[in-house]
T-cell receptor, first 113, second 112 residues
Framework: AQSVTQLDSQVPVFEEAPVELRCNYS??????LFWYVQYPNQGLQLLLK??????LVKGINGFEAEFNKSQTSFHLRKPSVHISDTAEYFC???????????FGTGTRLKVLA | DAGITQSPRHKVTETGTPVTLRCHQT?????MYWYRQDPGHGLRLIHY???????DKGEVSDGYSVSRSKTEDFLLTLESATSSQTSVYFC???????????FGPGTRLTVL
């Protein structure tokens, strides 16, 4: 069965420091991978996605993620965070065959001044 | 961004009453989804639709039904609301199954 694990429920980090939010998935088939961001009292919006091709994917707001097939990971990174990056981040996986879509439980990023 | 609206945005209701939440999209997306979001659980799929009148169950479908009579509208009905259905409900749509989902702003439902 397909699953997504975001081990860190909360990540505090100081402004201008780098951050990595971890995502691991388990699937026996090929997958598409996504990161979404949710600001307070809003719906989710796409940060970036991996469908095929280069394993390093760049998204909006300076975020990037790297697909590692051998480690079944898709960690999200930003070299220097801002206060405005404070939000909840969700990793998601979809099965290329069935299109079944699974979200992780989310990581709350809090950027401190 | 896809134009997706949800109504109402907030609702308080009593146990045992039926409740209908509406999702409306203007992007002519084929796929539409209903999720609930609860602390510690992330987003869990309730039901989804892959076309007009074509719907299927998600992982937490008990106590919920859906209908899709037009491409743009996807209704979620709680047949007899219970306190365990207090949650934030999100609608989403996508052009293709498995690809980017576009989310509405959410409906906060409280069942007393």
């Amino acid at each position: 069965a397909q699953s997504v694990t975001q081990l860190d429920s909360q990540v505090p980090v100081f402004e201008e420091a780098p951050v990595e939010l971890r995502c691991n998935y388990s699937s026996s088939v090929s997958v598409y991978l996504f990161w979404y961001v949710q600001y307070p009292n809003q719906g989710l919006q796409l940060l970036l996605k991996y469908l095929s091709g280069s394993t390093l994917v760049k998204g909006i707001n300076g975020f990037e993620a790297e697909f590692n097939k051998s480690q079944t990971s898709f960690h999200l990174r930003k070299p220097s965070v801002h206060i405005s990056d404070t939000a909840e981040y969700f990793c998601a996986v979809s099965d290329r065959g069935t299109y079944k879509y699974i979200f992780g439980t989310g990581t709350r990023l809090k950027v401190l001044a | 961004d896809a134009g997706i609206t949800q109504s109402p945005r907030h609702k308080v209701t009593e146990t045992g009453t039926p409740v209908t939440l509406r999702c409306h999209q203007t992007e002519n997306h084929r796929y539409m989804y209903w999720y609930r979001q609860d602390p510690g659980h992330g987003l869990r799929l309730i039901h989804y639709s892959y076309g007009v009148k074509d719907t299927d169950k998600g992982e937490v479908s008990d106590g919920y039904s859906v209908s899709r009579s037009k491409t743009e509208d996807f209704l979620l009905t709680l047949e007899s609301a219970t306190s365990s259905q207090t949650s934030v409900y999100f609608c989403a749509s996508s052009i293709a199954g498995g690809d980017t989902q576009y989310f509405g702003p959410g409906t906060r439902l409280t069942v007393l």
